[in-house]
């Protein structure tokens, strides 16, 4: 079966994706917000990961997992500097 041309796997990817950045930008705000988004974002790219696991082979699954980590420690500064510019406009209104 051909993994990459599979629109699932491309799908399941793109959660992943969206996942650690809500994740990271998530971290950065935690701040001034709640546990639970943190936790929730945290089931969710869980959930995705198990799923790749079960649906492709546990090789893509552990590729998945190593591509989250170094997507998040690429993502990270990405999503401090977000979120400093949007603190910076927040605070600019007052």
């Given at each position: 079966?051909?993994?990459?041309?599979?629109?699932?796997?491309?799908?399941?990817?793109?959660?992943?994706?969206i996942?650690?950045?809500?994740?990271?930008?998530?971290?950065?705000?935690?701040?001034?917000?709640?546990?639970?988004?943190?936790?929730?974002?945290?089931?969710?790219?869980?959930?995705?990961?198990?799923?790749?696991?079960?649906?492709?082979s546990?090789?893509?699954?552990?590729?998945?997992?190593?591509?989250?980590?170094?997507?998040?420690?690429?993502?990270?500064?990405?999503?401090?500097?977000?979120?400093?510019?949007l603190?910076?406009?927040?605070?600019?209104?007052?």
């Amino acid at each position: 079966m051909e993994v990459l041309g599979d629109p699932r796997f491309s799908a399941m990817i793109l959660c992943l994706a969206i996942s650690v950045f809500s994740i990271t930008l998530s971290g950065h705000f935690r701040k001034n917000m709640e546990d639970a988004l943190f936790g929730f974002l945290g089931l969710v790219w869980l959930t995705v990961s198990i799923v790749v696991f079960l649906v492709f082979s546990w090789k893509i699954g552990l590729l998945c997992l190593v591509g989250s980590y170094c997507l998040g420690l690429v993502l990270s500064p990405v999503s401090g500097r977000i979120v400093g510019l949007l603190r910076k406009d927040l605070t600019r209104g007052r």
